[in-house]
């Protein structure tokens, strides 16, 4: 049997790109995204996508209609499907045993009981989202209590690595395809069967086959291992700021060793996303359940430092600005976690935003992707104010208008766009003393400090025109 019907359970910021490409590449193969959110799936069938991904749209308006389509019709995508991608949301739980670390798989569970209902032929069930070690145990549980007579199923592991704002790029050129499957005659046909799906565009040598388990830990290993870097030079970056020692130049220094490697090297105000946080959240319960207390504790301090550095960089806002931002105009440019994306979960944006209007300040939001009424719920939801944020946030349409008259501006994304704005003009607009608070690393500090601007960089001690000494804090400027 060839796969001729996929379907992909979830039309996210995963299921969507993952199976554009897919019909793409698989032009023989009919692909049905699924969703119960029928405004996504409107969305998906619209001009305007329900997300922005650079190079999705192009892929999308060359498939739609063709061998991909966006529906509501969940039970009949199964029905007709040889292979289902689960690709629904694995979010950490908000309640119960495992509160605030374990991930919540009611999703994934709803998903393997409405397939076991509806199921009338053999299924390649395989997850896509990202769920714990021996998740698949507990799908092949509930597929396999509720199979009806002719019915198999075969589940496969094979965890998605795009990275938001490359995510077409880092399919149609993956570093590589993962799947995981049993060990067993049929366990090996089904990964064969994947496998065909992926080698219509990515050679063989770089699918990589493993057993279920192997396949399930290694997402939230490379997960874990991808935020631990950014977690390391972060905590770097707090004592290049205290010594003298310029964070970019100890990245450069260290990421040309070819062992250490370049890449995810650039200090921030810190890691968001929807998966970073989670996945080592998942990664820490999963260790503390299996009694590994100092493999948790060690995975931990990554989020730890995460939050640190967050707070570290707020604090140095305040603090610069006479430890007092009440009443005070403060713009944020960027509320998405990273550029390149209008996904805004878990993006240090929020909890800047949130903390300096817990100190009273008001604030001027611009971002080029982000949806306004997006920003609105994200700080409602953080402050539990929605009157609140009406009355102190201001959203704007460029960044110009958005630092004009206000004392300082704080870059919370490393929009391209941000790198090459006239800060001479925006200095002439702004109250003075004018400060800038480079959360990314992406502005010539030098440059701005001879405008006139007081600036701050991440692991970067201050400019001369920087930080002095503030109220009650010694700052090394
Ligand atoms: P998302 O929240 O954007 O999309 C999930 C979709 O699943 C939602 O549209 C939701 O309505 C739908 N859904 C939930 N339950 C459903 C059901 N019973 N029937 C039909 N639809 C249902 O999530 P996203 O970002 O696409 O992530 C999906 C999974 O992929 C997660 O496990 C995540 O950890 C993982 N992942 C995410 C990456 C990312 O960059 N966003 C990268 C790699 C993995």
Redesign the pocket.
């Known amino acids: 049997m060839v796969i001729e019907k996929i379907c992909c359970?979830?039309?996210?910021?995963?299921?969507g790109p993952t199976c554009s490409v897919i019909a793409l590449k698989c032009p023989e193969v009919k692909v049905t995204v699924?969703?119960?959110?029928k405004e996504?799936i409107k969305q998906w069938n619209a001009d305007k996508l329900p997300i922005y991904e650079p190079g999705l749209d192009k892929v999308v308006k060359e498939c739609r209609g063709k061998n991909l389509f966006f529906s509501v019709d969940?039970e009949s995508a199964i029905e007709e499907a040889d292979l289902i991608f689960i690709?629904?949301?694995?979010p950490t739980k908000t309640c119960g045993n495992g509160k605030g670390r374990a991930a919540d798989l009611k999703?994934v569970e709803?998903?393997a009981r409405?397939i076991a209902d509806v199921a009338a032929g053999d299924k390649i069930v395989v997850e896509?989202?990202?769920v714990p070690v021996k998740a698949a145990e507990s799908i092949m549980n509930i597929l396999r209590a509720n199979q009806k007579p002719g019915v198999s199923y075969q589940i496969l592991s094979n965890?998605?690595?795009?990275?938001?704002g490359t995510a077409i790029d880092n399919l149609l050129n993956a570093d590589r395809v993962l799947i995981g499957g049993e060990e067993t005659k049929e366990g090996q046909l089904a990964i064969e069967k994947l496998c065909w799906i992926y080698e219509h565009w990515i050679p063989r040598s770089k699918i990589l086959t493993t057993n279920t388990w192997s396949s399930e830990l290694s997402k939230l290993a490379a997960n874990a291992f991808l935020a631990q870097r950014i977690s390391s030079i972060n905590s770097l970056s707090a004592v290049c700021e205290f010594t003298g020692a310029n964070v970019s130049e100890v990245a450069k220094a260290i990421g040309t060793d070819t062992r250490i490697g370049n890449k995810f090297l650039n200090a921030s105000v810190g890691f968001g996303?929807?998966?970073f946080q989670?996945?080592i959240l998942n990664l820490v319960y999963i260790c503390e359940c299996l009694n590994l207390p100092e493999v948790a504790a060690y995975w931990q301090q990554v989020i730890d430092i995460n939050e640190y550095q967050k707070s570290r960089f707020t604090s140095k806002v305040i603090e610069s600005l006479f430890n007092t931002v009440t009443d005070k105009r403060i713009s944020i440019l960027g509320f998405a976690f990273k550029k390149d994306t209008g996904d805004t979960r878990e993006s240090p944006a929020i909890y800047v935003a949130k903390t300096l209007l817990d100190e009273g300040a008001k604030l001027n939001i611009y971002d080029p992707k982000v949806e306004h009424a997006q920003i609105f719920e994200d700080l409602t939801y953080a402050t539990g104010s929605k009157e609140y944020v009406k009355e102190r946030v201001s959203l704007f349409p460029n960044a110009y208008s958005a630092t004009e008259k206000t004392h300082a501006i704080v870059v919370c994304t490393e929009w391209d766009e941000f790198i090459t704005l006239d800060f001479r003009k925006i200095y002439d607009g702004m109250m003075k003393p004018a400060y800038i608070f480079d959360g990314r690393m992406i502005l010539d500090d030098e440059k701005l400090s001879k405008i006139g601007f007081h600036v701050h960089t991440i692991g970067k001690r201050n400019m001369r025109r920087g930080l002095k000494r503030t109220w009650g804090t010694l700052d090394c400027a």
């Open positions: 359970i979830g039309a996210g910021y995963v299921g699924v969703d119960k959110n996504r969940v690709s629904v949301n694995t999703y709803s998903v409405l896509k989202s990202t965890p998605e690595f795009l990275s938001e996303g929807s998966c989670k996945d």
